[in-house]
Nanobody
Framework: VQLVESGGGLVQAGGSLRLSCAAS????????MGWYRQAPGKQRELVAT???????NYADSAKGRFTISRDNANNTVYLQMNSLKPEDTAAYYC????????WGQGTQVTVSS
């Protein structure tokens, strides 16, 4: 299984970015996909997850600003990030949770003040 992320970049505070993650390979149909992030010197932390049936879970820091969605037909998960803050700066990792957990390579999001 391979997870390929895209959509990171540099944005000013208050701006928006949309991350995408496409999964390919032998994927169990019932799974959870999501996003974690890791800032320099900090532990990797949950941002949001979504089940194959569409149930979502958000970190408190993401609630009201970020929206996770997925396209099951294409095994793709998205993270729409609005009202970005400098503290959102991190490497964002896509994850697929199933019988085996897979991680993407990460995409950098930098929010300038």
């Amino acid at each position: 299984v391979q997870l390929v992320e895209s959509g990171g970049g540099l944005v000013q505070a208050g701006g928006s970015l949309r991350l995408s993650c496409a999964a390919s390979g032998s994927i169990f149909s019932i799974n959870v996909m999501g996003w974690y992030r890791q800032a320099p010197g900090k532990q990797r932390e949950l941002v949001a997850t979504i089940t194959s049936s569409g149930m979502t879970n958000y970190a408190d820091s993401a609630k009201g600003r970020f929206t996770i969605s997925r396209d099951n037909a294409n095994n793709t998960v998205y993270l729409q990030m609005n009202s970005l803050k400098p503290e959102d700066t991190a490497a964002y990792y896509c994850v697929l949770l199933g019988p085996i957990t897979y991680w993407g390579q990460g995409t950098q999001v930098t929010v300038s003040s």
